[in-house]
């Protein structure tokens, strides 16, 4: 019991200690990390079981796949990758969860049928260690698929319908928004991802402000570096194209 008191103990300290970092570097450990993180607006769960991880658990998991830029809230043992087909990668350092429950010893058990009364229970606190399925590999296609972002937080209709009849490639996920020339399409983080809304749409038509200058349509000059007067310029029409269809969604 003592060393069982003394292992809970610690592991409270750890974890302690590392919101204390967070809380150092600026970051609110308690508020969702999506904004940083490579990954959607998901909570972290179990890729085998799909079951989500709760408690201080999920403070823990954010943190690490902010700071590693995992792309996956999925999480799993190393015996669960062995038994799906796949493996750790060699040199792979996991990260240390807990799970808590209560238990009744079975000397507890029969002394309290014996005396008539409820028994008592222990509480336990046991140590795991998981990797994102980032940190594997050979594992199936449904352990490291996409995972279903929750619904817009907000929905403007005439914006929305402007984002689908324009035909760009659009993709919604990640950490960055930015439009590639080179494989002509525009990636902008989920909407849970800002801490207004709205500035998902504001963002969202800016980069489309960008497509419009692929080779294939406007054919603007888009390969000027940062600070350069066909950079600046480029930044312009993305804000024009940004701006006037806003004066809308208010």
Not at 43 to 72: C, D, F
Not at 176 to 202: G, L, T
């Amino acid at each position: 019991m003592r060393k069982e008191r003394i292992e809970r103990a610690s592991l409270y300290s750890e974890v302690t200690n590392r919101i204390i970092v967070e809380l150092e570097e600026g970051r609110l450990p308690w508020v969702q990390p999506w904004d940083s993180a490579a990954c959607g607006c998901t909570m972290p769960q179990n890729a085998g079981t799909a079951r989500r991880y709760t408690g201080i658990n999920v403070l823990i998991l954010w943190a690490e796949v902010v700071a590693k830029g995992y792309a996956s809230q999925r999480w799993l043992t190393y015996r669960q990758a062995e038994a799906a087909g796949g493996n750790v990668r060699r040199g792979e350092k996991g990260t240390v969860i807990c799970y808590a429950d209560r238990f009744t010893p079975k000397a507890e058990a029969e002394a309290a049928r014996g005396d008539e009364r409820e028994a008592r229970q222990v509480a336990f606190l046991k140590r795991f260690v998981v990797f994102n399925v980032d940190q594997c590999e050979g594992l199936p296609e449904a352990y490291i698929a996409p995972m279903v972002s929750p619904d817009p937080v907000i929905a403007i209709g005439a914006a929305d319908a402007l984002i689908a009849a324009n035909g760009a490639r659009f993709q919604i996920g990640g950490s960055e928004a930015f439009y590639s020339p080179s494989h002509d399409f525009v990636a902008v983080p989920p909407q849970a991802a800002f801490h207004e809304p709205i500035n998902w749409y504001r963002t969202a038509l800016h980069e489309l402000g960008h497509w419009t200058g692929h080779g294939s349509r406007l054919d603007r000059h888009q390969k000027g570096g940062f600070g350069s007067d066909s950079y600046a310029k480029e930044e312009l029409v993305a804000l024009s194209g940004q701006s006037a269809p806003c004066l809308t969604l208010h």
